[in-house]
């Protein structure tokens, strides 16, 4: 493994601006390259783009110009509704170049073995081994909650009966209106079909997860039962998105159950709200997002995590930080890695260095 990993970050979004300020601060990492997709980014100073003080980079939209350079890994957070077409050939193109690649773009990808594109995957696969890299995929819900937290809680069990995985988010403050409009269906009527309720979409979002949970215990999944459930809001709400008019969608509860034996044994849940009183029937947090991991067993365990301040507000930008520091965080151990297709039961704890102020 190099003295100081040379690494591009693609993308600087939310996650991706909270990636470059992540890398400015470490020694043991050199940012080398940044690369964006409008236009009228290109040429400004990398460090700005991130909200911070100037670093003396430019961004750029030249892919070739950013592989000549040779990095070590590429921190892949580029987002939007067609982001998985479009990122699987620049993976494939990366890691043929011998550049290692952590993304929290394919949530698909944590764990490989169980990728909804079987084509994808065998493409991925050979490239990798073609350019002796490595990528690994990660986040916090799916990603951290459902894989290393969850399966360190069950370090502690006798004997399982249920693991259930949730998330439970008031997500106001997410700004892209086509992905919770006509992703999620938020703001519209419960006549509207959004993405999210397209058949067999829900087992597919949530396969990677529960396989890699099920893996990290040694069973094996037969089916993934997956369940999509609406409640609307009584008055207007005002969001990062727009409005969500009185008698639209406000809360979206989604639920994938991985069967083991015979019975719902590995089960994720995720409860998204635009307002705190919108579906007061359904489970509910008193902070922002609440991460919990719940084992039926011998003994039960129960474990809450939240993100944000003390109180658990703010959680939309902690979040952030938190993915993308999942896959910062990674970096080194990736490097360091066998080339392949990596999840989080290849590689140790990613624990983090240089992060004491």
Known sequence: MPTSIRTVVWSTGGVGAIAIDGIRHRPDLELVGVWVHSPEKVGKDAGELAGGE????????????????????????ASGPEREAG?????????????????????GLIYPPAYFAPNWRAELE?????????FYGSGIFPGFTSDQLALLMTTQSKKIRRITVSEVALNDHYPVADVMMNGLGFARPLDFEPMLKT??????????????????????IEEVRGSLDRELTHRDIEVAFGIVPAGTCGAVRTRAAGVVDGREAIVLEHIIRMARDVAPDWPTSDCDATYRVDIEGDPDIHCAMTVGDAEGHG???????????????????????????????????????????
């Open 54 to 77: 100037p670093l003396g980079l430019l961004a750029t939209n030249d892919a070739d110009a950013l592989i000549a350079c040779k990095p070590d890994c590429v921190v892949y957070a």
């Open 87 to 107: 990122a699987v050939p620049d993976y494939v193109r990366l890691l043929k170049a011998g550049i290692n690649v952590v993304s929290t773009t394919s949530t």
């Open 126 to 134: 050979e490239a990798a081994n073609a350019g002796n890299a490595s």
């Open 199 to 220: 058949p067999g979409f829900i087992e597919m979002t949530w396969k990677a997860p529960l396989y890699l949970i099920a893996a990290g215990l040694g069973v094996e």
């Open 315 to 357: 959680a939309g930008n902690a979040a952030m930080t938190s993915t993308a520091m999942r896959v910062v965080n990674a970096i080194p151990y990736v490097v360091d890695a066998a080339p392949g297709l990596l999840s989080s039961l290849d590689i140790p704890t990613t624990l983090p260095r240089h992060v004491f102020d």
